[in-house]
């Protein structure tokens, strides 16, 4: 079966500071992995997804997503903290299956910038 | 460009009641997969559907069910409401040629009295 894990409920760093947030996964095969960001009273939004080729993603505001196939992680990380990046994250993985896959989340990690 | 559209986005329901909230994909998106995000955790995959038809289900009960419209749209139905239904609904809209780009609604917030 699938499985992500999230094993930090929250992070907090200072504003300027690098952040990251972990995520590593249990599923059979090569899977898509990807980073969704959840403000208060709001659905998903994308940040970024790995396909193939180079480990290093980047994606939108900032963010980059190492993937670590021995590790079996996909850790969310930006250099440089803003107060805007306060959300919920979640790590999200897809096997690459089929068309009509499903994603798989993990529990989420609470993002905490302060100033 | 519109994204995916959830109505309503709030509802107050009494156990055992029956509930339906809707979906309208972004435009050009052919697939509607809906999750349950209870609070706290991550959100759950329901099911998906795919040219007016189920294609893959998650871990619920028969409760739920869906449907799809010939415009791409979809409902959600869940019947026998339980208090444990409570959450937050999130479609996902998606082209099956490109399989990974999901957008998501902003949900509808189910509370179940």
């Known amino acids: 079966a699938q499985s992500v894990a999230q094993p930090e409920d929250q992070v907090n760093v200072a504003e300027g500071n690098p952040l990251t947030v972990k995520c590593t996964y249990s599923v059979s095969g090569n899977p898509y992995l990807f980073w969704y960001v959840q403000y208060p009273n709001r659905g998903l939004q994308f940040l970024l997804k790995?396909?193939?080729?180079?480990?290093l993603v980047k994606g939108s505001y900032g963010f980059e997503a190492e993937f670590n196939k021995s590790q079996t992680s996909f850790h969310l990380k930006k250099p440089s903290a803003l107060v805007s990046d306060s959300a919920l994250y979640f790590c999200a993985v897809r096997d690459r299956g089929s068309t009509l896959g499903r994603l798989y989340f993990g529990r989420g990690t609470q993002l905490t910038v302060w100033p | 460009d519109a994204g995916v559209t959830q109505s309503p986005t709030h509802l107050i329901k009494t156990r055992g009641q029956q509930v339906t909230l809707r979906c309208s994909p972004k435009s050009g998106h052919d697939t509607v997969s809906w999750y349950q995000q209870a609070l706290g955790q991550g959100p759950q995959f329901i099911f998906q559907?795919?040219?007016?038809?189920?294609?893959q289900r998650g871990n619920f009960p028969d409760r739920f069910s869906g449907h799809q419209f010939p415009n791409y749209s979809s409902e959600l139905n869940v019947n026998a409401l339980l208090l444990g239904d409570s959450a937050l609904y999130l479609c996902?809209?998606?082209?099956?040629?490109?399989?990974?780009?999901?957008?998501f609604g902003s949900g509808t917030r189910l509370t179940v009295v």
């Open positions: 559907y795919y040219e007016e038809e189920e294609r």
């Open positions: 996902a809209s998606s082209l099956v040629d490109r399989g990974l780009d999901y957008t």
């Open positions: 790995y396909i193939t080729g180079d480990n």
